[in-house]
């Protein structure tokens, strides 16, 4: 009954971010077609992004790699097409996966609430904010990911929790966190590989990672997007193309290869965050001490 009640709320709030999203496209056509990126790349990236996203490749990590690099859309408004981009993937993969909940309703309840409260108040912020202050903040957010990512290559991030629920001040810095890290996706830095290591080090079951994943990014990240659309920050090119293609990588992933070794690939992924993320904090270095 829960679950089934989760996945109805799940295909409701995603259904509304897609009619808020199609009207936004038919209204502004014209924009639509002056957006800068290739119709012949972008089915290839969308599909190869989201079928690594299924994987645990983070599809923010490649975006903020793969979009400024390509010109594709402007610092200003990459952090609002990293969130809008993989609403629908993300819908899908939770569709996909969700089959079970193996933590306490409480402790989902309160992950979800408190990350779409805080992916709702981000994107108010964000769309204020100078190009230079998000190139920091993404920067750091790339130094983030590989850390996370080389942490979880080194097996230094402990994983032998057996919570499924959890209670006073725990559930407090959970709710908290989770808070946070809604904020921080509409800045662009993702927060499945943060939400991971709040689950294992709160000592829930590492099982309970996917449904609190899953479930407060499936919900918190439509309403932040809304947001975006709402204030113009945001490609439709990508988000549409993503929308389409990148749902068929989810679903080749899920149903068709069904597992994958990415060990190879993450030492890939490292090097090319700490490039990017140099690239990016050292071009803002030097021109902070240029003007001192």
Partial sequence: MIRNTLLGLIVAI????IIYFVRDLIKNKQSFK???????????????????????ISDFAIGTVLYPKMNWVSMKKLPGTLN?????????????YI???????????????????GAYLGPRFVVKLPERTIKLFVGVGLLVAAFLIFAGQMNWIPSNGTASELYGGKLVLAGFLLFVYGALNNIGIGSYALTMVTVYLLGLNPVAAFPIMMGACTFSVPIGSVQFIKFNEYSRKITLFTSTFGVLGVLVAVFLVKSLNTYMLKWLVIFVLLYSAYTMLGSQLKKMKSVN
């Fill in 99 to 117: 089959t079970a909940i193996n933590v306490g309703i409480k402790t989902l309840a309160v992950c979800i609430v408190c990350q779409v409260i």
């Fill in 34 to 56: 002056e957006e800068p990126g290739d119709t012949r790349i972008l089915p290839f990236t969308s599909f190869i992004i989201f079928f690594l996203s299924t994987f645990g």
């Fill in 14 to 17: 995603n259904a509304y971010f």
């Fill in 84 to 96: 809008t981009q993989c609403v629908v993937p993300v819908a899908v993969m939770a569709l996909s």
